[in-house]
């Protein structure tokens, strides 16, 4: 009797995943689908080394590469230091310190998420350049040999970049320090420690955690920003790509920079999971009442006072005064109806891209709380990839496909109908709603899942007994419960889009501007106070889910 070697089974690899034939369904079709539309900007991306460029890298390596490195390292180093040090501070002083104003401060010091970067970037070169209103006026006070310092530098860059974004290190670090009570301070107090040999010994510590998740948000944000960096005509890999593709004609060259940034979005999303598993601190109570918090007294509550106020000011309260004094003075001879098209743009890519992405996330949230297999959870977290990718990166990899599946659409219309157009998919809207799709996706999809998460099994358990499931499951049961999710997502990723600079600015059909490129163009052109009331309307989307937020956390 001879015995061989039995060969694993197609059908067993396949269950040994959680997948097999006969379970597949629409759901998990669904999920697959998603899973690689979100691998094929990847893959393109990746795959660019197969057609290398030598003489446009040699180009590249004797002009620009060089500085691209040192210029994306300088922000890579100088913007998660400046967030670090003002979000963390900013934090401790409002979770576990009594000053007057901290009940403002609390909310108010969110305030600077609703101005985008790149905003924020011409408002500070049209105040502080060596012709801006501050430098003029102390030079008037102190003499024309006054010298300052240069704002179109790389320290110019980290100011404004960590002043937009240090808001994320401190909503994450506010919710640690306020989880952990004031029970490990006195404990520490009682050993021997000072307040500040307790907060960098205790409280810090213990914070880590979540203080690191808010820092990697802020690399992922540093390295995908496009605008600030355009706009200080500071060359980093975001704006390489975009002028290898516009300006060498080069879509191969522009994949293979785009290359690089997706091994470092990489490295960052696995490091930021890698975090998150770790977060196994047991709070120690909550801090909400003011006996529970240190009470600062003397000097040193009005120091704590100032310090929050300037910040509030410099970030968010100045330049929107600067934006109301530009947008007034130019309003009448700028405003016309070609703003009525961009405004039109704007909503309208926001909303579709909003009820797109929605749809998509409740789907995807469904499809994992039917199917809870190893193999769909990985598929669902990979599908929220994109939001780690920069806009440019993501523009490449979806315009490189689509334009080759757009020829050979040509060419069969051409054979079969006798009708070549010039083009089918490209210059549509469509292009943008992909990208969009795979950049945001992460976003509604949080929103959604974590309201789906909170609705109990015994819930489905008994809708099925009594004859619900499927689509009618959904909608009858699951939509009304998460509707307040769904809600938030629809307003957040409509309120990203309207912001979304690199990808739109990219992609866009021809004609088809919106607020964020036209304030691209004009500051471009050193245009700042034509280019206020474009940002002015932004701005004020952009409170939308700050307020949200905001009323979220008083509850």
């Known amino acids: 009797m001879s015995l061989s070697p039995s060969k694993p089974s197609r059908t067993s690899i396949a269950e040994a995943l959680g997948w097999s034939v006969s379970s597949m369904d629409g759901w998990r079709l669904l999920v697959l689908a998603v899973f690689m539309l979100v691998l094929t900007p990847l893959l393109v991306v990746a795959g660019s080394f197969l057609w290398p460029q030598p003489e446009l890298w040699k180009h590249l390596q004797q002009t620009l590469l060089t500085d691209l490195l040192f210029n994306t390292l300088w922000l890579v180093l100088g913007v998660p230091i400046g967030t670090l040090l003002l979000g963390v501070s900013l934090a401790w002083l409002t979770a576990t310190c009594a000053f007057p104003g901290r009940r403002i401060f609390s909310w108010a010091l969110l305030l600077p998420m609703a101005m985008p970067a790149y905003v924020l970037a011409f408002v500070f070169i049209g105040l502080f350049d060596f012709s801006g209103v501050v430098p003029t006026q102390l030079r008037s006070w102190f003499g024309p040999s006054l010298s300052l310092p240069e ?15 240090f808001p994320y ?4 670090a506010r919710n640690a320090f306020l989880t952990q009570g004031m029970r490990a301070m006195e404990a520490a107090q009682s050993l021997g420690c000072n307040r500040w040999q307790g907060f960098f010994r205790v409280a810090l510590p213990m914070a880590r955690p979540w203080i690191a998740g808010g820092v990697l948000l802020v690399l992922m944000e540093t390295l995908a920003d496009f605008g600030t960096v355009s706009t200080f005509n500071y060359d ?7 002028k290898m593709w516009f300006g060498f004609f080069s879509l191969e060259g522009a994949a293979q920079l785009s290359s690089f940034l997706v091994l470092i979005a990489l490295v960052l999303l696995v490091a930021e999971q890698s975090q998150r598993r770790r977060r196994r601190y047991t709070p120690g109570g909550r801090s909400g009442q003011t006996g529970d918090r240190l009470v600062l007294s003397g000097w040193h509550r009005w120091l704590a006072c100032g310090y929050c106020t300037l910040i509030l000011v410099v970030s968010f309260l100045l330049p929107v005064a600067q934006l109301a004094i530009w947008a007034t003075e130019s309003f009448g001879e700028e405003f016309d109806e070609r703003y009525y098209a961009w405004l039109g743009h704007s909503l309208l890519l926001g909303l579709l891209a909003a009820l797109l992405i929605a749809a998509v996330a409740l789907a995807l949230a469904y499809a994992r709380r039917r199917h809870r297999d190893p193999l769909t959870k990985w598929l669902v977290w990979f599908s929220g990839l994109g939001y780690a990718l920069p806009g440019s990166v993501l523009a490449v990899g979806i315009f490189i496909p689509l334009a080759h599946l757009d020829n050979l659409l040509i060419d069969a219309a051409g054979h079969w109908l006798g009708w070549s157009p010039d083009a089918i998919l490209r210059d549509t809207v469509a292009i943008m709603l992909l990208a969009y799709l795979i950049r945001f996706l992460a976003v509604g999809h949080k929103a959604i899942d974590s309201a789906m998460q909170r609705i109990r099994p015994s819930i489905d358990e008994a809708a099925r007994l009594l004859g619900t499931g499927g689509l009618t499951l959904l909608r009858r049961i699951h939509l009304p419960i998460v509707s307040g999710g769904l809600a938030t997502a629809l307003t957040l990723v409509f309120v990203d889009v309207m912001k979304e600079m690199p990808i739109t600015l990219m992609t866009r059909p021809f004609g088809w501007d919106t607020l964020a490129v036209k304030i691209f163009e004009l500051t471009s052109e050193g245009e700042w106070e034509r280019a206020a009331v474009p940002a002015l309307f932004l701005v004020a989307v952009g409170l939308l889910p700050i307020m949200l937020l905001i009323r979220k956390m008083e509850r």
């Open 236 to 242: 980093t890999f975001t704006t390489a790509i975009y």
């Open 151 to 165: 704002i179109r530098s790389v320290g110019g860059v980290i100011v404004v970049l960590s002043l937009s974004l």
């Open 169 to 172: 290190v401190y909503l994450l």
